[in-house]
């Protein structure tokens, strides 16, 4: 038995319920604070940004959400569907597309950061009536069974011999001052970073170097 500042009487029971309500009473309003705040950021809408670039030769200028990456901007914005998402990781070479002359993987990069590039897709290589040569390669070597990856491989083997023309060495270059040489092993392996689930490697290195003046 305990007695409170009035003299009055309370059990340890009461004292402990009293405790306790007074606790509670003291982090409610907290709580409710948190709860208003949450919602009050769920409530702000994404930043967006314009940005503008070539696509295929001509001009597009978006507004995005920041966060919007140059494939979703490709197929949700310019509907140009041809550059597919595949693991959306940068793994598996899909969504590779050719950006300033370089080819990327578009799902790792984000649409804002590049204003002013210069963008070729599948779309833009070439057409069912005027292919690409590299186009025709694919086709007449069988190099491709479901397709899905096709798009990805086709613009990353166009780069590919760019940039052996142009000297670039790759990640099993010894001599960084040689020039590479145009082999099928060189080839292989500039091509290792677009996977092919339905195994039609040979027939893309046989594509790729009727392309190249290559004999497999």
Partial sequence: MKFDE??????????????????????MPAGTVVAAQTDDAQDI??????????????AHELDVDTRTTLLDALREHLHLTGT????????????????????INSCLSLA???EGSEVTTIEGLG?????????RAFVKHDGYQCG???????????????EIKAGVPSHVTADLTARPGLTTDELRERMSGNICRCGAYSNIVDAISEVAGVKA
């Fill in 6 to 27: 009035r003299g009055l009487r309370a059990t340890r029971r009461e004292v402990l319920k009293a405790g306790a309500v007074t606790v509670a009473a003291g982090v």
């Fill in 45 to 58: 809408a994404p930043a967006s940004a314009k940005v503008a670039f070539k696509v295929n030769g001509k």
């Fill in 84 to 103: 597919k998402k595949g693991c959306d990781h940068g793994q598996c070479g899909a969504c590779t597309v050719i950006v300033d002359g370089r080819r």
């Fill in 112 to 114: 804002v950061m590049h």
């Fill in 127 to 135: 057409t069912p009536q005027r292919m690409h040569p590299m186009q």
């Fill in 148 to 162: 899905y990856c096709t798009p990805g491989q086709i613009c990353s083997a166009v780069a590919v011999l760019d």
